[in-house]
């Protein structure tokens, strides 16, 4: 009897977290972003370096260091992030670099033209272990498109971690071998992410607010085996840095 009253119980809850995380698609899509470089004489002239959400004033991007270019200079091309407008059309927007953190591989973008819907930003100190989460952006560069995209799953683990030194994309075993002694927790995930993911808000899936930012996924084997034979392990840097470089003055 008290296992069929737990099943029941389980039944019951199932279209609530279904319902939820609808609820906290429609809050997270308007405020995600492509974050990317353009340059006229290019082909293509766009190139997708990762996914960004609007935070604060809803003039400011947030994202991973990794996916903002090193050379930012006058003749290099420019830093933009793709959106849309009122209508729904694709738009560029020019960017330039307002703060990083390479040390936990976060960056702060501003943007030109009107405010977009910032994202609600939470308290990634409450997190815990198989707390359910989602996370939206650009999943294997363009080759989807640029509508942004949800995968769904659960921090499996929090754990202490040390970003390798170019706060690389992927993890492989021989890096996590290098790694000797945490630095700061980060969120594992039980989650495929891909390159293009980087940078995308990962929130809880009741309250639809963000509790971390995807940044490396582990790999098993070689980079092209991250698309072929994903390992469903992800990595996310929790929101509590990217509100210290918010702060930052």
């Known amino acids: 009897m008290r296992r ?38 290019a082909s293509p002239q766009f190139a997708l370096r990762g996914t960004g959400f609007v935070v604060a004033d809803g003039n400011l991007a947030a994202t991973n260091a990794h996916v903002v270019p090193e050379d930012l200079g006058p003749n290099a091309p420019a830093l ?3 959106t849309r407008d009122s209508d729904g059309q694709p738009q560029l927007r020019p960017a330039r670099l307002l703060r990083r953190d390479p040390e936990r ?60 030194g170019n706060a690389a994309r992927e993890l492989n075993e021989k890096a996590i071998r290098q790694i000797k002694r945490g630095a700061f927790d980060i969120f594992q995930l039980d989650a495929t992410a891909y390159p293009g993911n980087s940078g995308s808000p990962v929130f809880d899936a009741a309250s639809g607010e963000v509790i971390g930012i995807i940044n490396m996924v582990f790999i ?7 698309l072929s034979q994903p390992s469903g392990i992800s990595y996310a840097i929790p929101v509590i840095y990217l509100k210290q470089l918010l702060e930052t003055r």
Not at 17 to 27: C, H, K, N, V
Not at 220 to 226: F, I, L, M
Request: aromatic content about 4%.
């Open 4 to 41: 069929l009253t737990a099943v029941a119980l389980l039944a019951l809850a199932l279209p609530a977290l279904a319902t939820d995380m609808i609820a906290s698609i429609a809050r997270v899509k308007p405020s995600i972003v492509v974050v990317g470089t353009y340059q006229k004489t």
């Open 80 to 82: 933009v992030i793709r």
């Open 105 to 164: 591989d976060l960056a702060i973008l501003r943007f030109e033209g009107p405010p977009l819907p910032a994202i609600a930003l939470g308290d990634s100190d409450s997190v815990r272990e198989g707390q359910m989460v989602g996370f939206t952006g650009f999943p294997i560069g363009g080759a989807l498109g640029f509508s942004p995209v949800t995968h769904r799953g659960m921090i499996a683990s929090i754990t202490p971690i040390t970003l390798p």
């Open 220 to 226: 098993k084997g070689s980079k092209e085996s991250a």
